[in-house]
């Protein structure tokens, strides 16, 4: 899914939370602009659901689309203008 690295520079575009569910890894349609934001997403998904027992931060050629407000919360991005609006 989002595992591949650009070929230019072999830095990811953004990082993909993904979670670990009856044997397997999955992943939604977020991404983040660093690996540290999508970890801790990754975090607090972990602490409202009840069926993934992990989750880890995978590179992604995708574009940026989300980002984590310091409470939690989540803010769309548009890609072309950058700006946010709040979920």
Do not use: H, Q
């Not at 650009?6 to 990811?12: F, I, S, Y």
């Not at 602009?33 to 069926?51: D, F, P």
């Not at 050629?61 to 203008?81: H, K, M, Q």
Request: hydrophobic residues 40%; contains cysteine; glycine residues 8%.
């Amino acid at each position: 899914m989002g595992n591949d690295l650009v070929a230019n520079d072999n830095e990811p575009t953004s990082w993909a939370p993904e979670v670990f569910v009856e044997g397997g890894w999955s992943a939604s349609g977020l991404r983040f602009a660093n690996k540290a934001e999508c970890e801790r997403y990754g975090r607090l998904l972990l602490m409202r659901w009840m069926a993934p027992s992990e989750s880890r931060a995978t590179p992604s050629r995708d574009a940026v689309n989300y980002a984590l407000n310091e409470d939690g919360s989540l803010r769309a991005i548009e890609p072309a203008t950058s700006t946010g609006v709040a979920l």
